[in-house]
């Protein structure tokens, strides 16, 4: 959450603060514009019994601008380096009867962000688990892509070292879905490079600050993305939107070289359906060319 600090604004008048029921709330926070922040997140966090955050001093930020005071409450520091910890003593509070809100730094907790471990304590306690959804990074950008986003694969950060990010990437780009990728600003470059060895020709859409003042959108092949970045890389967080793999046709010879093997230990109909299945051809024609190669012996 970047957004320079304006007036205070105060509370509508409908925001109190009520006694919430005992549980962890998950609360979604900005990516970006601060008043992206939805109005339940704003009662949970005014009426929460104990905050905890990944950045204190964000969430502390976030509810100056909104004007939710604290009333003497502590943000407790829940992050990475902690969670395991801190999750166990959170977990613990709330069995007790207390209400806490938990803010990751931007978006959705446990996307990308810590949460997950928390989560999972929390309901081992028998502690119920609430949802106080809103902006997520990923979904902003496969709402601005432009590509197919009936089937998805959100897969997180790249890897680091360059190797394991050529195997990582050629691994995630190869699932018939769109990905999702989130990626460092100062080696986006070098992915790109590795995605045009992977397929060239794959369109993508490279998504920058999104929801910010310089929130910038590329859109293209993997090459002509790369032509429009300095070669010291980018600036602010980014997300690659990747489109899904074309589906190459099989050759002849390829089906007919596994339906001939396929016979050698199975019924025609049998090695037909596999055949068919396996190439993503129709089991009439799987089995019309299976009748032929028996004939044939």
Request: charged letters at 25%; hydrophobic letters at 45%; proline letters at 6%.
């Amino acid at each position: 959450m970047t957004e320079s600090r304006p007036t205070p604004m105060p509370l509508p008048a409908r925001i109190e603060a009520a006694r919430l029921e005992p549980g962890l709330y998950l609360v979604a926070t900005p990516i970006g514009t601060a008043r992206d922040i939805t109005l339940r997140a704003l009662d949970v966090l005014n009426s929460a019994d104990m905050l905890a955050a990944e950045d204190t001093r964000t969430l502390r930020h976030l509810m100056e601008i909104h004007g939710v005071p604290l009333r003497g409450r502590r943000i407790v520091a829940t992050h990475d380096h902690n969670e395991a910890r801190q999750a166990e003593l959170l977990a613990a509070a709330a069995t007790e009867g207390k209400s806490i809100a938990y803010c990751s730094d931007a978006g959705t907790p446990l996307v990308a962000d810590p949460g997950f471990r928390l989560a999972r304590e929390a309901a081992r306690h028998g502690v119920r688990v609430h949802a106080v959804p809103g902006p997520s990074a990923a979904l902003a950008a496969l709402s601005v892509a432009g590509l197919p986003s009936d089937r998805f694969l959100f897969a997180g950060f790249a890897p680091q070292p360059l190797a394991a990010r050529r195997t990582w990437l050629r691994d995630v780009t190869s699932v018939d879905a769109t990905s999702i990728i989130f990626d460092s600003p100062r080696r986006v470059k070098q992915t790109l490079g590795i995605m045009c060895e992977v397929d060239a020709n794959r369109s993508m859409v490279l998504c920058r600050e999104l929801t910010k003042r310089f929130e910038e959108i590329i859109r293209g092949l993997p090459g002509k993305i790369a032509e429009n970045i300095p070669e010291a890389g980018l600036k602010g967080e980014i997300v690659l939107i990747v489109d899904r793999p074309v589906a190459v046709q099989p050759d002849d010879d390829e089906i007919e070289a596994a339906l001939s093997a396929l016979l050698g230990e199975n019924s025609v109909r049998d090695a037909a359906a596999m055949a068919a299945e396996r190439f993503g051809i129709s089991r009439r024609d799987a089995y019309q060319l299976a009748l032929s190669l028996e004939r044939k012996g």
